[in-house]
Nanobody, 123 residues
Framework: QVQLVESGGGLVQPGGSLRLSCAASGFTLDYYGIGWFRQAPGKEREGVSCISSGDGSTDYARSVNGRFTISRDNAKNTVYLQMNSLKPEDTAVYYC????????????????WGQGTQVTVSS
């Protein structure tokens, strides 16, 4: 069975950093699209970043481009999201998800989802 488990969320001050992890089981990351998404209270779920594990191509939302970096460790079947220069508007539950194609930033295109991890940016 496919399972995704997010970790690494927490409380951080504005300007700080966090590193989120998404550990996958039941499949390998190669030739799958893995995306990070977030949803704040009262907001729609939005794409943050994604990586096509087969070819390594990546994509970022304009709001996080230059601050966040997605990466992968195929040996550990894990995808990471390094978040720097965090802002209060980054506060949300962050989810990872799997698509059986190359990555896109559209939540409706993904097949499997993790349970999410809370990120709170506040002074």
């Amino acid at each position: 069975q496919v399972q995704l488990v997010e970790s690494g969320g927490g409380l951080v001050q504005p300007g700080g950093s966090l590193r989120l992890s998404c550990a996958a089981s039941g499949f390998t990351l190669d030739y799958y699209g893995i995306g990070w998404f977030r949803q704040a209270p009262g907001k729609e779920r939005e794409g943050v970043s994604c990586i096509s594990s087969g070819d390594g191509s990546t994509d970022y939302a304009r709001s996080v481009n230059g601050r966040f970096t997605i990466s992968r460790d195929n040996a550990k079947n894990t995808v990471y999201l390094q978040m720097n220069s965090l802002k209060p508007e980054d506060t949300a539950v962050y989810y990872c998800a799997v698509r059986l194609r190359v990555c896109v930033l559209s939540p409706g295109e993904y097949d499997y989802w993790g349970q999410g991890t809370q990120v709170t940016v506040s002074s």
